[in-house]
């Protein structure tokens, strides 16, 4: 008798890990297009946060840069402007608002300025102020204001890989920390600091 019943019982916990087993291999693959509100977050601010990169970058554009600097602000464009379509399109498969950047480039879209949610964030003082620069302390500006806002956007992607879900987004976000702490050094050497 006693030995039916450790027999029933191991019965019954070969059934539960092997279900344990299945539920786990059906979430392994739902997981990668899972997503959670710090996925969403990370997604809907970091297009704003990019946005205003290149709008910094469309200010350098007439402006004359060393070509290190020149070179430097060409990467970051080709960089974060498909960062912006990729994390749009996730956006719009998740159902999410996808706030339009076009505002960002021209007319300082700055409803998501001074947000602390956004760290690096460039003020509207600030971008005029860059904006009025003489062509001489442009380039210090420029720097110095790109390592700040760099330095928020590694924020933003360490917050994303420690909350989020995604897992692509977590893949960007740890691309965008290793890149842009790279820039950020690069940056730091061009200024002298």
């Known amino acids: 008798m006693h030995h039916h019943r450790v027999r029933r019982g191991a019965a ?3 059934l539960v890990a092997s279900l344990a087993l299945s539920a ?23 297009i704003g946060h990019h946005a205003q990169a290149l709008e910094m970058v469309e200010m350098a554009a007439d402006r004359p840069l060393s070509p290190a600097v020149r070179d430097l602000a060409e990467r970051i ?3 974060q402007a498909p960062e912006i379509d990729q994390m749009s399109t996730w956006l719009e498969e998740w159902g999410e608002d996808v706030r339009p950047t076009d505002g960002a480039h ?7 300025e001074g947000d602390p949610s956004m760290p690096g964030m ?3 003082e ?7 620069a003489g062509d001489a302390e442009f380039e210090t500006q420029w720097l110095e204001l790109m390592v700040e806002h760099h330095t928020g956007a590694v924020e933003m992607a360490e917050t994303e890989l420690a909350d989020g879900r995604h897992a692509p987004a977590q ?9 842009q702490r790279a820039e950020i050094d690069e940056m730091q050497e061009l200024l002298g600091s």
């Open 12 to 14: 019954r916990l070969t």
């Open 171 to 179: 893949e960007l976000a740890s691309e965008i920390v290793d890149s």
């Open 126 to 132: 600030q971008m005029s102020a860059l904006e009025d």
């Open 24 to 46: 786990a291999a059906c979430g392994g693959s739902d997981e990668a297009a899972e997503h959670n509100g710090a996925d969403v977050t990370f997604a809907t601010e970091m």
């Open 77 to 79: 464009s080709a960089a």
């Open 122 to 124: 460039m003020s509207s």
């Open 106 to 112: 021209g007319g300082h879209d700055m409803d998501r």
